[in-house]
């Protein structure tokens, strides 16, 4: 008598998170990262039922005290009372509307490019790169915002235990700056290990570029007319226009079967150069931007130099908590300061600094 064998069982996913995770499986690129094949977490922890690693981590992000900063931290134009001018938070949602658009273009995963976008500007001190200037001065082992991000998500965050975020998003942030630098590497210590990652780093140009111009222009400083041809020509003459282009110029230039790196065409990326240099010529540099600057940078420099010179004051009522003790009294001032909004930091100056109405009874 033939024996039947019985039909395999096909093995359903028991949780939300595990049929999410099926689901991209069968969804995304091949050339995608997983969030079932991350790298971890430093400390291990029990997974979500619900979520994705990377879902995981643009949720402790968001709900984190620095992502809630960065609506009262300078973008270009300092502690603007205008409405409608940028701030780190608008800056960093436009650079998440732009990346999202490639990575789903690309097939690859939105949720480990949104969660690197939500933490690339944690570290951000107050009053924009003239405040991460200052503090690169003072500090005796410099500063840099990027470091910085990793400090907050890795060590000050929830009270000094961080959030635990993974590698891949921890690397993407680290990754993601490039200042006046090439926008594209082979340099790995410079290329993130993810092409979602390596998005990011684009994307944040492509926002920052485009949305600086847009608020120069609502100051006065630059006309539509002085828009350099080449960024015209190549990428068009509108706001939207312009990064309509830039996503198409990611999406069709980046062939994962010939090299595993987001690219674009030569004819965009020369534009994107000559929007930036065209902006520190005609914004970031100019006097006007210049002279507040240099007030915002004075400001840091003698609430610095006033903690350091009043250190057990400091200790008693400022110390961050995830500073530890060992590290320093400057590098405590330094994590302080960095955490300030502007507004925060010029209330503080002025209740040091400035004379109080004597009050007669």
Same mark, same amino acid.
């Given at each position: 008598?033939?024996?039947?064998?019985?039909?395999?069982?096909?093995?359903?996913?028991?949780?939300?998170?595990?049929?999410?995770?099926?689901?991209?499986?069968?969804?995304?690129?091949?050339?995608?990262?997983?969030?079932?094949?991350?790298?971890?977490?430093?400390?291990?922890?029990?997974?979500?039922?619900?979520?994705?690693?990377?879902?995981?981590?643009?949720?402790?992000?968001?709900?984190?005290?620095?992502?809630?900063?960065?609506?009262?931290?300078?973008?270009?134009?300092?502690?603007?009372?205008?409405?409608?001018?940028?701030?780190?938070?608008?800056?960093?949602?436009?650079?998440?509307?732009?990346?999202?658009?490639?990575?789903?273009?690309?097939?690859?995963? @939105?949720?480990?490019?949104?969660?690197?976008?939500?933490?690339?500007?944690?570290?951000?001190?107050?009053?924009?790169?003239?405040?991460?200037?200052?503090?690169?001065?003072?500090?005796?082992?410099?500063?840099?915002?990027?470091?910085?991000?990793?400090?907050?998500? @890795?060590?000050?965050?929830? #009270?000094?235990?961080?959030?635990?975020?993974?590698?891949?998003?921890? #690397?993407?942030?680290?990754?993601?700056?490039?200042?006046?630098?090439?926008?594209?590497?082979?340099?790995?210590?410079?290329?993130?290990?993810?092409?979602?990652?390596?998005?990011?780093?684009?994307?944040?140009?492509?926002?920052?570029?485009?949305?600086?111009?847009?608020?120069?222009?609502?100051?006065?400083?630059?006309?539509?007319?002085?828009?350099?041809?080449?960024?015209?020509?190549?990428?068009?003459?509108?706001?939207?226009?312009?990064?309509?282009?830039?996503?198409?110029?990611?999406?069709?230039?980046?062939?994962?079967?010939?090299?595993?790196?987001?690219?674009?065409?030569?004819?965009?990326?020369?534009?994107?150069?000559?929007?930036?240099?065209?902006?520190?010529?005609?914004?970031?540099?100019?006097?006007?931007?210049?002279?507040?600057?240099?007030?915002?940078?004075?400001?840091?420099?003698?609430?610095?130099?006033?903690?350091?010179?009043?250190?057990?004051?400091?200790?008693?009522?400022?110390?961050?908590?995830?500073?530890?003790?060992?590290?320093?009294? @400057?590098?405590?001032?330094?994590?302080?300061?960095?955490?300030?909004?502007?507004?925060?930091?010029?209330?503080?100056?002025?209740?040091?600094?400035?004379?109080?109405?004597?009050?007669?009874?």
């Amino acid at each position: 008598m033939e024996i039947m064998s019985e039909p395999a069982r096909k093995i359903e996913p028991k949780t939300i998170r595990e049929r999410l995770e099926a689901n991209e499986r069968v969804t995304l690129s091949p050339y995608a990262q997983l969030s079932e094949r991350t790298k971890g977490r430093k400390v291990p922890e029990p997974q979500c039922d619900l979520r994705p690693v990377f879902q995981h981590d643009r949720d402790k992000i968001i709900h984190s005290k620095a992502f809630r900063r960065l609506a009262g931290k300078t973008q270009v134009f300092l502690a603007p009372a205008g409405d409608h001018y940028r701030t780190r938070m608008t800056h960093t949602l436009e650079v998440a509307q732009f990346a999202r658009s490639v990575t789903s273009f690309l097939g690859l995963n @939105e949720m480990l490019t949104e969660a690197i976008v939500m933490g690339h500007d944690l570290g951000h001190t107050p009053f924009g790169h003239a405040g991460e200037k200052v503090l690169a001065h003072l500090m005796p082992n410099g500063f840099h915002h990027v470091k910085q991000s990793i400090r907050v998500v @890795e060590q000050l965050e929830r #009270d000094g235990v961080g959030l635990n975020l993974t590698e891949e998003v921890r #690397d993407g942030i680290l990754k993601h700056s490039k200042g006046k630098g090439q926008i594209f590497s082979d340099n790995p210590n410079l290329t993130a290990m993810t092409l979602e990652g390596q998005i990011v780093r684009i994307a944040d140009i492509a926002a920052y570029v485009n949305h600086d111009f847009d608020d120069a222009r609502r100051a006065g400083l630059v006309k539509d007319a002085e828009m350099p041809d080449v960024v015209v020509k190549e990428l068009g003459q509108t706001h939207g226009e312009r990064l309509d282009t830039l996503v198409r110029a990611l999406v069709e230039e980046s062939r994962f079967d010939e090299k595993r790196m987001i690219r674009m065409a030569d004819g965009p990326l020369q534009a994107l150069y000559a929007l930036r240099d065209f902006l520190y010529e005609k914004v970031y540099e100019t006097k006007s931007v210049r002279a507040e600057f240099d007030k915002a940078q004075r400001i840091l420099e003698e609430l610095y130099k006033h903690f350091l010179t009043h250190g057990d004051e400091f200790r008693a009522t400022h110390w961050p908590a995830g500073t530890r003790p060992e590290e320093g009294l @400057e590098r405590a001032v330094a994590d302080f300061l960095c955490g300030m909004t502007d507004r925060f930091a010029i209330r503080t100056y002025e209740q040091l600094r400035v004379p109080r109405p004597f009050a007669v009874v």
